[in-house]
């Protein structure tokens, strides 16, 4: 009895192993295929409980989830043969369980070598089209999409499906950094040597009327000072003919004093003429 017991122990353990071994579990975001001796019985499998044969049978999972590619930067060049650096990503996922195992046996690593190689080529082919403004602000987006486009059409074959391509950064080479920051340069240059020159300009228009200007006040006081002048020396020899008209020898003798002085203002002055010179007629004895 103790032996038909144990037996049936065992076989109920055989069982529920059999039964274990023959269920598996697909989780929420995945799928699986089941595999016969290498050959794929079923594909596509949905998530959820499943059965298998055990033993005969094996079951490879896959996440079908949305995948996210982070490419390394690569250098490419543009219509202009100006150098690029580019960062880039793309979002992919599996959509043909079968076509995926067949074309990269289920190795992620392997499908991703296989979208960057395309996505590389593709990228390369549009820059070649395209010049640095277009790249850089024109037509980003039109590329992106050529590219996703044409990436779900080559990759669909092995059971994958890009769903978007973006460009995270756009970098210059340093051979061409250093030719656009020399053509600021020459450009900021250009830019102040022009305002320079307006600056000069402004300089030798304003001088000009600045000095046109002091000569016309230089001139209108040189005309004022010859009018006043001319006024002053009016009043004065009307002043002395005024004078002269009043008392004439006195006038006279006034005049000849101003001579003396003017003659003999130093000691060292020497004055030759005759006694009886007219020069000195306000120095003779008059009786």
């Known amino acids: 009895m103790k032996i038909n017991l144990t037996w049936l122990v065992v076989g109920l353990a055989v069982i529920f192993l059999l039964l274990l071994s023959s269920v598996f579990i697909v989780r929420e975001g995945h799928t699986a295929i089941k595999t016969r001796v290498g050959e794929i019985t079923a594909n596509d499998i949905e998530p959820g409980l499943h059965f298998k044969i055990p033993g005969i049978e094996s079951v490879i999972r896959f996440d079908a989830r949305l995948q996210t590619l982070d490419a390394p930067s690569e250098a490419f060049f543009t219509a202009e043969k100006k150098e690029l650096i580019v960062d880039y990503f793309i979002e992919?996922?599996?959509?043909?369980?079968?076509?995926?195992?067949?074309?990269?046996?289920?190795?992620?690593?392997?499908?991703?070598?296989?979208?960057?190689?395309?996505?590389?080529?593709?990228?390369?082919?549009?820059?070649?089209?395209?010049?640095?403004?277009?790249?850089?602000a024109g037509d980003r987006e039109e590329i992106m999409q050529s590219i996703t486009d044409t990436l779900s059409g080559e990759v669909g074959s092995q059971g994958m499906q890009v769903?978007?391509?973006?460009?995270?950064?756009?970098?210059?080479?340093?051979?061409i950094k250093g030719n656009i920051f020399d053509r600021m340069r020459a450009e900021r240059e250009r830019v102040s040597n022009s305002i320079r020159a307006e600056g000069r300009e402004r300089e030798v228009i304003i001088r000009a009327q600045t000095d046109r200007e002091a000569n016309i006040i230089l001139a209108n006081a040189n005309r004022d000072a010859q009018i006043i002048r001319g006024q002053g020396d009016a009043e004065a020899t009307k002043v002395y003919a005024d004078s002269f008209s009043q008392d004439e020898s006195f006038y006279r003798f006034q005049k000849s004093l101003e001579a003396y002085q003017a003659a003999f203002n130093n000691k060292s002055d020497t004055f030759v003429t005759s006694p009886d010179s007219e020069f000195f007629n306000f120095l003779k004895n008059k009786e």
């Open 92 to 136: 992919w996922r599996i959509v043909d369980t079968q076509k995926y195992w067949v074309a990269t046996r289920g190795a992620k690593p392997r499908a991703e070598s296989i979208i960057e190689q395309i996505a590389n080529n593709q990228l390369r082919g549009e820059f070649a089209r395209r010049t640095v403004k277009e790249v850089v």
């Open 163 to 175: 769903v978007d391509v973006r460009v995270k950064r756009v970098e210059f080479s340093d051979q």
